[in-house]
């Protein structure tokens, strides 16, 4: 793989007009690489009829970037730059230098990088007028959102994600420098999940109030994700979602910061209780292990529930086939500021494709009533329309030029 990889690599770097030196150099680099390489070299492919990314398999580390367009950016400069970040993702992705790479060692371990692409609605309309979907907008209002405008929008976000953060803070580096001239970056937001290697896989991971997070998920085959993220309503079910574009999907990206402090005042009990789950397994809790069906009706012997009516689980709970999503949140762990000790969250990342018929009934419930609002505050929000894959040679977003 890692061979492949490399050819790859040299030819590109000398079509850049690379000269042999540098190239020799990555060569003369990857000797003791490839006796160190466990997970290095592992790729995601990037081309195909859906980008990546999505139900793929968290990997360890996340860089979302989200850009503005320059002003007076018109549907040719817009492809120039999809053309030319399309480019360095299938090289990045692929463990090949991109274009004019400036360290081309650090592109040489992958380790299952993916760059996925979210169009805002300007970019969509420029790009092709009449094209945007009508969820395509920021989210309402809500009222626990304490929302920083720096952490808000964009016309593109890239969603890149691997298993080593310094393939991605290299990737990171080339896809702004190569957008330089036609888009600057408003927010970048760096996030975390297990390291690789530390479960097995499959295991869901914890957050940072120590919760199992990411149970109730559609799954793959049947009519699973193919309903929820693609859009293509199963055959017995008449339902309102359509897919907006072939492949495509939406992306809702919240930036929630998390009380850390307040939530460690919280009794084990107040903890489980709040969500509706039991923190050892992540059981509901009205069950014992971590998949056991939720039973909402189980009252305890004073005819309390069992799971309380403002439990996350509850109030999260789809109340319709079509309320779903694939969630695939990071955590983010920041330096505090001030007297505080610290200023962590999540980087909650749901895929669906219908924003308003899937996501907002379920953000406007928990909005309302959510035990976990008293430690969570909404502060960066951004929707993208997520367009199909592309074929080898194409651009992400050539569907719509
Ligand atoms: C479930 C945590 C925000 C939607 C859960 C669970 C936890 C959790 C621990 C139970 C295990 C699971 O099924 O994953 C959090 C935290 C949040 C947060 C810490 C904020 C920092 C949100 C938001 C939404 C959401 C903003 C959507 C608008 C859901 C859904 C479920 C869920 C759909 C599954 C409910 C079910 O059917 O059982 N969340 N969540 N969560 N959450 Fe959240």
């Not at 888009?183 to 097995?200: S, T």
């Amino acid at each position: 793989l890692l061979a492949t990889a490399g050819v790859g690599g040299a030819g590109a770097l000398a079509s850049a007009g690379i000269g042999v030196g540098t190239v020799l150099g990555v060569q003369a680099a990857r000797e003791p690489q490839e006796r160190s390489i466990q997970f290095g070299a592992d790729v995601e492919p990037f081309h195909g009829p859906r980008q990546a990314g999505i139900t793929t398999a968290p990997q360890a580390h996340l860089v979302f970037i989200a850009l503005d367009l320059r002003e007076g950016a018109d549907a040719r400069s817009i492809v120039r730059l999809l053309r030319l970040l399309s480019d360095d993702a299938a090289r990045l992705t692929a463990g090949e230098p991109a274009l004019a790479d400036t360290e081309p060692e650090l592109a040489l371990t992958p380790a299952s990088m993916t760059v996925t692409f979210g169009f805002g609605r300007r970019l969509v309309e420029t790009l092709s007028p009449g094209a945007a979907p009508e969820w395509l907008e920021e989210l309402p209002e809500f009222r626990i959102d304490e929302l920083d405008e720096e952490l808000c929008g964009g016309d593109l976000g890239l969603q890149l994600c691997g298993d080593d953060p310094v393939s991605l803070a290299h990737a990171r580096r080339m896809l702004l420098k190569d957008a330089r001239p036609y888009a600057r970056p408003r927010w970048i937001q760096e996030g975390f999940r297990p390291a690789r290697g530390v479960h097995r896989p499959g295991v869901t991971h914890r957050n940072l109030f120590g919760q199992v997070d990411g149970t109730v998920q559609p799954t793959a085959g049947d009519d699973g994700q193919e309903f929820v993220v693609w859009g293509h309503p199963p055959q017995h079910l008449d339902s309102p979602i359509r897919p907006w574009i072939e492949g495509g999907t939406s992306m809702v990206v919240r930036l929630i910061r998390m009380d850390l402090d307040g939530w460690d005042e919280l009794a084990r009990s107040g903890k489980e209780a709040a969500i509706g789950r039991d923190l050892s397994e992540g059981a509901p809790l009205t069950g014992e292990h971590e998949h056991d069906a939720a039973d909402f009706d189980a009252t305890t012997p004073l005819g309390f529930p069992v799971i309380e009516e403002s439990a996350h689980m509850r109030r999260a709970r789809a109340q319709s086939p079509e309320e779903q999503m694939l969630r695939r949140s990071y955590s983010y762990d920041r330096p505090p500021a001030g007297a505080g000790i610290s200023d962590s969250g999540q980087l909650f990342i749901a895929f669906q494709a219908d924003v308003i018929r899937q996501f907002l009934p379920v953000q406007r419930r928990l909005a309302e009533l959510d035990r976990l609002n008293e430690w969570t505050t909404p502060i960066g929000s951004a929707v993208f329309a997520v367009p199909p894959g592309c074929a080898p040679g194409g651009y992400i977003g050539d569907v719509l030029g």
